[in-house]
């Protein structure tokens, strides 16, 4: 039974821009991942400053590998490594732009798939 992920961010409206050009940078980190399905950003449109990471994986087991492999930390080894260089007095020599987190918040939701749906295919017609 497939497994979602749903990364909940709260993102201030004039970080939003920034988060997704983080989010574009990382495309492709974990598309190759054992187990993983799918992959969407989700944009507020009205009445909140939450943004949606949805993954989908084939079981909590591929999930968990993913989240403790290297591409993972890889992944999300920019963010934290911009976040810990604003904590570090500076010494003159890192002349590198310190851009803060562009969420102010995050929480994990988990849920399995029951259901799914999608497009119907049409019917074919054997060949006459």
């Not at 989010?23 to 449109?45: I, K, S, Y």
């Not at 890192?94 to 295919?121: C, I, K, N, Y």
Request: hydrophobic letters at 30%.
């Amino acid at each position: 039974m497939s497994v979602v992920k749903i990364n909940v961010l709260t993102v201030p409206a004039q970080m939003r821009t920034e988060l997704e050009s983080r989010f574009g940078g990382r495309a492709g980190m974990v598309e190759t991942a054992d187990g993983f399905e799918r992959f969407e950003l989700l944009r507020p449109v009205e009445g909140t400053d939450r943004y949606l990471v949805y993954t989908r994986w084939r079981s909590e087991a591929d999930f968990e590998r993913w989240r403790d492999s290297q591409a993972f930390d890889r992944g999300h080894a920019q963010a934290r490594a911009e976040r810990d260089a604003g904590d570090r007095p500076g010494d003159g020599q890192d002349t590198r732009e310190h851009r803060p987190p562009a969420a102010t918040g995050s929480e994990l939701w988990s849920f399995q798939v029951v259901e799914s749906s999608g497009p119907r295919q049409p019917a074919s017609t054997p060949d006459p």
